[in-house]
């Protein structure tokens, strides 16, 4: 069974950063690209970023790009986003998924996230609340 667990999240302050890790048991981590997912309070699921199964390539949303960085240590099947510069507009619940491909380019960004298509397992989310 396919489990992701996302960890790191909590308040910061606007300008600060965090680091978010997730977990990723019960499938083969390094034959998978593997992405990052939010939503923020009343809004719906936004594409962040997605990095292929070496780790060699990455992918993100023009909006996030320079202040977000996504990672993997596939010997530790753990995958990371680095946010820095946050701003309020960032609080939302992250998400990390499973892509279906080894290669990062069919997310990027994914087809149809409400409906699971080319992201198919996801974590539980965890929250972060950018405020002063």
């Known amino acids: 069974e396919v489990q992701l667990v996302e960890l790191g999240g909590g308040l910061v302050q606007p300008g600060g950063s965090l680091r978010l890790s997730c977990a990723a048991s019960?499938?083969?981590?390094?034959?998978?690209?593997m992405s990052w997912v939010r939503q923020a309070p009343g809004k719906g699921l936004e594409w962040l970023s997605t990095?292929?199964?070496?780790?060699?390539?990455?992918y993100y949303a023009s909006f996030v790009k320079g202040r977000f960085t996504i990672s993997r240590d596939n010997a530790k099947n753990t995958l990371y986003l680095q946010l820095d510069s946050l701003k309020t507009e960032d609080t939302a619940v992250y998400f990390c998924?499973?892509?279906?491909?080894?290669?990062?380019?069919?997310?990027?960004?994914?087809?149809?996230?409400?409906?699971?298509?080319?992201?198919?397992?996801w974590g539980q989310g965890t929250q972060v609340t950018v405020s002063s």
């Open positions: 998924a499973k892509c279906t491909s080894r290669s990062g380019r069919i997310c990027s960004p994914p087809r149809s996230l409400n409906d699971r298509v080319d992201l198919t397992d």
């Open positions: 019960g499938f083969t981590f390094d034959s998978y690209a």
């Open positions: 990095i292929d199964s070496s780790g060699l390539s990455t």
